[in-house]
Every structure is written in C-alpha cells, then in structure tokens.
C-alpha cells in the first residue's frame, strides 16, 4: 500500500486596497470570496504561468481545504513532487474574482498537523493586530473570541 504524500500550504491573503490605507476598520472587500474562487484563480494561474503540463501535474492533488474571509487564511494542499509549481502559483497570483491580493505563503508543512497548528497560532497574531487597531485590551470580550474559537474547531476538524 502507498501512502499520498502532500505538502501543506498556509497562504494569507493580503487586500492591497487595505495595506495601503491607514483605515481603523477591518477588511471587508475580501468577504466575498471563497474557497472556490481560490481554486478556480489558482487553477488559471497554474495553466497561465505553467500550461497543460503544470496543471497536467498538480490537477488532480491540488484542493483548498480551508479559508477564513475574517482573516483571508487559506490552507492548500498538493501533491509533494509538484508543490513547487502550487506554491509558484500562488506567489504570481495578483487577483481573485476581482479582489486585488498580495499572496503570501506562511508556513509549508508535510503534514496537515502542522499546518493546522501553524494556520491556529497565524489566526491568533492577525486577531491581535485587529484588537490592536481598534485600541481595545486582550481581556476585553467581544466577537474576536467567539471567531478564534470557531476557527479553532474548524481547522482542527480538517482531515487528510
């Protein structure tokens, strides 16, 4: 028997139209998107950067298998030979149905473990940085705590 074996991307997606601005609220205009925007502008970049023969190799290995639109963290998973092309993909991707983003790959792991527990602490320093922004203290209760512990639950529900 032959275990799959697959490298784990942990990509955050940054709104250039937020980077840029010193607004104090919060991302809103990547709230559309979904996982299967992302595969679909993955696959393009795939078959854009790297033709039939890129996609011909990560094709069938290539899935989305979780994204947050409060924190734009996405977790991909690929095939091991070929996670070089998924992972160069994502860096040349510019846009997403219409939402320009800055692609940045955070964390790459073997193992979906690691990715998830790379993808839960990831979720808590971008948490922190909200609550920075809007100047309110880490004892203070509101919808962020409620978000870390769903998000938690998600990403740890993820199976192979």
């Given at each position: 028997?032959?275990?799959?074996?697959?490298?784990?991307?942990?990509?955050?997606?940054?709104?250039?139209?937020?980077?840029?601005?010193?607004?104090?609220?919060?991302?809103?205009?990547t709230r559309s998107l979904d996982g299967r925007l992302i595969y679909n502008a993955l696959r393009d970049s795939v078959v854009t950067n790297f033709g039939d023969t890129g996609w011909g190799a990560v094709g069938m290995s290539l899935t989305v298998k979780y994204f947050s639109p409060t924190t734009n963290l996405c977790i991909i998973r690929v095939a091991r030979d070929h996670h070089r092309i998924?992972?160069?993909?994502?860096?040349?991707?510019?846009?997403?149905h219409d939402v320009r983003v800055i692609p940045r790959v955070v964390h790459v792991?073997?193992?979906?473990?690691?990715?998830?527990?790379s993808a839960i602490a990831h979720n808590r320093e971008i948490i922190a940085r909200f609550r920075t922004k809007t100047k309110s203290s880490a004892l203070y209760q509101d919808s962020y705590?409620?978000?870390?512990?769903?998000?938690?639950?998600e990403i740890e529900a993820l199976q192979d």
């Open positions: 028997m032959v275990r799959f074996k697959n490298r784990w991307l942990l990509v955050e997606f940054v709104d250039i139209s937020t980077a840029d601005a010193s607004s104090e609220k919060e991302p809103l205009s998924a992972w160069g993909a994502v860096t040349l991707l510019t846009g997403i792991s073997g193992t979906i473990k690691h990715a998830q527990l705590d409620d978000y870390l512990a769903r998000s938690n639950r």
